[in-house]
């Protein structure tokens, strides 16, 4: 697994790196989905590595180790993981409880050669009491130890903790190298321009698209149902059929591609800027039958005939 992009971000990464200080405290900011975890994984696996820091060697026991971490992260293997890392994320969305945080400083202080790091992802989600605690040890980090905290904004955090960490502040994706990464993923030419553009400079859409690679097509013949010139009744019940079974996250990730194609198509005068205004507001609509739980059959085929029937 390749970082992608963010040279900026791994030159100032490596700068501090380079101090070789006792112990380190980052923060990570940008965006969901550009590559935050697996910097912070790399950084790890140089603080960690026996003959080097920077990234590491990746060939000594520490970086084999560490590179097992990240493919059982990113490949789904089930290989024996780093035991000096230790990665602490919300459960479902909800708070990292303080319980969460005084187990990971607990870690933090075992002695060990090589040192320890814990990453904590969505560092905005601890709640008070977490924060705190993590506080006083950010304050005195045990030796040999690294803190990574990433967040897709650190206005959530305490002003304090910010103020004890290096930050580093990550950039969204171009769409080039978002382009290129896609071709090695053997997307065809055409369809990597147009991903790369509904991107958003995230790597959040390629993620959900590879776990369910029908989504990408789904949007593509729902677009060409709100392109056609004619009303294509028996086109909408039969997709509409088949939206219905995706949960909620995909079928708002297959509108959010229709949207941005049928935005490209306006611009190019090749879809109606009425029609387009209108599909916002249905979209609106949309959500909200959703979340008041009419069935997402009737929601899609309502949106289409409101859109194509004014
Ligand atoms: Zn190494």
Same mark, same amino acid.
């Given at each position: 697994? /390749?970082?992608?992009?963010? /040279?900026?971000?791994?030159?100032?990464?490596?700068?501090?790196?380079?101090?070789? /200080?006792?112990?380190?405290?980052?923060? *990570?900011?940008? %965006?969901?989905?550009?590559?935050?975890?697996?910097?912070?994984?790399? !950084?790890?696996?140089? *603080?960690?590595?026996?003959?080097?820091?920077?990234?590491?060697?990746?060939?000594?026991?520490?970086?084999?180790? !560490?590179?097992?971490?990240?493919?059982?992260?990113?490949?789904?293997?089930?290989?024996?993981?780093?035991?000096?890392?230790?990665? $602490? !994320?919300?459960?479902?969305?909800?708070?990292?409880?303080?319980?969460?945080?005084?187990?990971?400083?607990?870690?933090?202080?075992?002695?060990?050669?090589?040192? &320890?790091?814990?990453?904590?992802?969505?560092?905005?989600?601890?709640?008070?009491?977490?924060?705190?605690?993590?506080?006083?040890?950010?304050?005195?980090?045990?030796?040999?130890?690294?803190? @990574?905290?990433?967040?897709?904004?650190?206005?959530?955090?305490?002003?304090?903790?910010?103020?004890?960490?290096?930050?580093?502040?990550?950039?969204?994706?171009?769409?080039?190298? @978002?382009?290129?990464?896609?071709?090695?993923?053997?997307?065809?030419?055409?369809?990597?321009?147009? *991903?790369?553009?509904?991107?958003?400079?995230?790597?959040?859409?390629?993620?959900? =698209?590879?776990?369910?690679?029908? @989504?990408?097509?789904?949007? &593509?013949?729902?677009?060409?149902?709100?392109?056609? %010139?004619?009303?294509?009744?028996?086109?909408?019940?039969?997709?509409?059929? $088949?939206?219905?079974?995706?949960?909620?996250?995909?079928?708002?990730? =297959?509108?959010?591609?229709?949207? !941005?194609?049928?935005?490209?198509?306006?611009? %190019?005068?090749? *879809?109606?800027?009425?029609?387009?205004?209108?599909?916002? %507001?249905?979209? /609106?609509?949309?959500?909200?039958?959703?979340?008041?739980? =009419?069935?997402?059959?009737?929601?899609?085929?309502?949106?289409?005939?409101? =859109?194509?029937?004014?």
């Amino acid at each position: 697994m /390749q970082v992608i992009g963010h /040279q900026k971000e791994k030159e100032l990464l490596s700068k501090y790196l380079n101090k070789n /200080q006792s112990s380190y405290s980052f923060l *990570f900011e940008g %965006k969901e989905g550009i590559g935050k975890k697996l910097l912070a994984l790399y !950084t790890a696996r140089g *603080f960690l590595c026996e003959k080097e820091r920077n990234f590491g060697c990746g060939e000594c026991e520490n970086c084999r180790l !560490t590179d097992d971490l990240i493919s059982n992260i990113y490949e789904g293997t089930n290989l024996s993981p780093n035991p000096n890392i230790k990665l $602490i !994320t919300s459960e479902n969305g909800r708070d990292i409880k303080i319980s969460q945080i005084r187990d990971a400083i607990d870690f933090l202080k075992l002695k060990s050669k090589e040192g &320890k790091v814990i990453i904590i992802e969505n560092a905005e989600k601890m709640n008070t009491e977490a924060s705190n605690a993590l506080l006083k040890t950010l304050e005195e980090p045990p030796e040999n130890s690294m803190i @990574i905290l990433t967040t897709t904004n650190q206005n959530k955090l305490l002003p304090t903790i910010i103020s004890r960490c290096y930050k580093i502040r990550f950039n969204p994706l171009p769409k080039e190298e @978002i382009y290129q990464f896609l071709l090695h993923k053997d997307f065809s030419e055409s369809d990597a321009k147009t *991903f790369s553009v509904l991107s958003d400079g995230s790597l959040s859409l390629y993620s959900a =698209v590879k776990e369910n690679p029908k @989504i990408y097509q789904f949007a &593509k013949d729902l677009a060409l149902l709100f392109l056609d %010139k004619n009303l294509r009744i028996e086109g909408i019940i039969n997709l509409a059929d $088949i939206l219905d079974k995706l949960d909620n996250k995909d079928l708002s990730i =297959v509108l959010q591609i229709v949207q !941005t194609i049928l935005h490209k198509k306006m611009l %190019k005068g090749e *879809f109606d800027i009425d029609l387009y205004d209108r599909l916002l %507001k249905e979209y /609106q609509e949309f959500e909200k039958a959703i979340k008041a739980g =009419v069935k997402k059959k009737l929601a899609v085929e309502g949106m289409y005939f409101n =859109v194509k029937g004014g």
